[in-house]
Each structure stands twice: as structure tokens, then as C-alpha cells.
């Protein structure tokens, strides 16, 4: 019999909390509520965990605080949850390692259909990624090292890189000399489509570029292709492949 996946939410009202826990459980995922971060950590160490719905406003530890402890040593999927909607919000959010955002009120519809897209591109991305998670890759005078998740020059500089900017570069050097859309690279890194007001993906590409030390008015490393979207052009290798 297949193994019912965990979905753990984690939210301060107590009537989100229910109606999710009810409307996740017909829907077929055992589900499981709690109020704040304790619970969250409690459950955590309990069991499985396949996705965690996260509130950004918490009592004690907040959503972005929690999620933050929570990437130090785990890839369990978090869609965050929050009343406030602007764009910084969300920015955040994406940068302390959530994998998609839904500002409140929500339709539990949407939620639902969210889940299930992060919980299939995170299955189905542990396959097409596994080089990029398990081997150092080697790019324009630089490696991305996946364990320390952090960026190394060929001088030896070392370049911290967000959760955000990790999981975008990661993607980009999976689909080398290949023009991804904004759409595409919502999808590939967040499981979802963009709307038209969602300049995300133009912030994170702007930081990469800066990390990187390319030119934002020639870059060489990523390119934007007028129209259509932006382009690792650089050949990607393995550390320690010919």
C-alpha cells in the first residue's frame, strides 16, 4: 500500500488550522496542525515530514525565522503562508529557503494545488538535479560547491550565496546555453507560474551577477535574451571530469 504523504501546517489560527487539517485530509494527505514553532520542531522530530505549510506571522519564532533553522540541515518543502503580500515579503521568503508563497486570504483550492505541484517538482527534481546535488560544478572561472552551497573563485574567493540564489543558479547550470523564461524559472525553482508584476526572478538574477562579478550592463555569465529571457552562457562541468 503506498505511504500516505505528511503534510505539517503550522499556523497561529486556530480556524486555518482546522480547515486545512480537514480539507489536506480528504484530499488524501495525512495532515497534521499545530500553533507555532515548538509544535513545528516537536512533529518534526517525530516522523516523516513531506511539505510543511508555514505562517509567516508566528508567536515566538516567526515563519521566516523558522524556515531559516529548518534549511541549516533539512530539504523538506515549505510553501509559506502570510497576510501581508508585498513583494519584499515573498523575497524573503524565497531567500530563507521557502519553495512558494501564498499571501492570505487564500482559496484552500489554490493551496492544494500548489502542494501538489512543490511535491511533484521536488520528487521528480531530485532526479534531474543529482549532479548538481551531490557534485561540485564548474562554470566561467567558478565552481558551486553543494555542500557548503556557497560560490568559489578561481582566486579563491569564497561568495555566500541565499537559499533563493542557490536554488536559481543550481537550475541554470542544470539547462547551460539555454534560454528559460521567467515562467520556466518560477517553475523549476518554486513550482509555480508568474504573474505579471512578479519581478522575483529579475532580483534574484541581479544579485547572481553581482556575486558572480558580471557586468550587469554586458554580462558574460548570465545573459538576457530581449523578449524571451535570460541564458547560462558558459560551459558547465563536473569538478574533476576531462
Same mark, same amino acid.
Given at each position: 500500500?503506498?505511504r ?29 496542525a499545530? @500553533? ?10 517525530s ?7 508555514l ?6 519564532e516567526?515563519g521566516?525565522?523558522? /524556515? #531559516? ?7 523538506v518543502?515549505v510553501?509559506?503562508?502570510? +497576510? ?7 523575497i ?5 529557503? +521557502?519553495?512558494d508563497?501564498l499571501?492570505?486570504?487564500f482559496n484552500?483550492r489554490e493551496?492544494? +494545488?500548489r ?7 521536488t520528487s ?13 560544478? /564548474?562554470?566561467a572561472?567558478?565552481k ?5 552551497r556557497?560560490l568559489? @573563485?578561481?582566486?579563491?574567493v569564497?561568495v555566500p550565496?541565499?537559499g533563493?540564489e542557490?536554488?536559481?543558479?543550481q537550475?541554470?547550470?542544470?539547462h547551460?546555453n539555454?534560454i528559460?523564461?521567467r515562467?520556466?524559472l518560477?517553475?523549476l525553482?518554486q513550482g509555480?507560474?508568474s504573474?505579471?508584476?512578479?519581478r ?5 538574477i541581479s544579485?547572481? #551577477?553581482?556575486r ?5 550592463k554586458?554580462?558574460?555569465i ?9 541564458i547560462l +552562457?558558459?560551459?558547465?562541468s ?5
Amino acid at each position: 500500500m503506498e505511504r500516505q504523504q505528511h503534510i505539517l501546517v503550522v499556523d497561529d489560527d486556530p480556524e486555518i488550522r482546522d480547515l486545512l487539517q480537514e480539507y489536506l485530509s480528504r484530499n488524501g494527505y495525512r495532515t497534521t496542525a499545530v @500553533g507555532d514553532g515548538k509544535g513545528m520542531w516537536q512533529v518534526l522530530e517525530s516522523g516523516q515530514v513531506d511539505l510543511i505549510v508555514l505562517d509567516l506571522m508566528l508567536p515566538g519564532e516567526d515563519g521566516l525565522e523558522l /524556515c #531559516r533553522n529548518l534549511r541549516v540541515d533539512s530539504k523538506v518543502p515549505v510553501i509559506m503562508l502570510t +497576510a501581508r503580500g508585498d513583494e519584499m515579503d515573498r523575497i524573503l521568503g524565497l531567500e530563507m529557503g +521557502a519553495d512558494d508563497y501564498l499571501p492570505k486570504p487564500f482559496n484552500p483550492r489554490e493551496l492544494l +494545488a500548489r502542494i501538489r505541484v512543490v511535491l511533484r517538482r521536488t520528487s521528480t527534481m531530485q532526479w534531474s538535479m543529482e549532479d548538481a546535488e551531490y557534485h561540485t560544478l /564548474c562554470f566561467a572561472n567558478w565552481k558551486l560547491d553543494p555542500v557548503t552551497r556557497h560560490l568559489i @573563485g578561481d582566486d579563491g574567493v569564497v561568495v555566500p550565496l541565499s537559499g533563493a540564489e542557490y536554488r536559481l543558479l543550481q537550475v541554470l547550470l542544470t539547462h547551460p546555453n539555454r534560454i528559460l523564461n521567467r515562467d520556466q524559472l518560477l517553475d523549476l525553482t518554486q513550482g509555480r507560474e508568474s504573474d505579471p508584476f512578479d519581478r522575483s526572478i529579475d532580483v534574484l538574477i541581479s544579485r547572481l #551577477r553581482k556575486r558572480l562579478r558580471d557586468d550587469p550592463k554586458t554580462p558574460n555569465i548570465i545573459k538576457t535574451v530581449r523578449g524571451e529571457g535570460y541564458i547560462l +552562457a558558459s560551459r558547465v562541468s563536473i569538478e574533476g571530469e576531462e
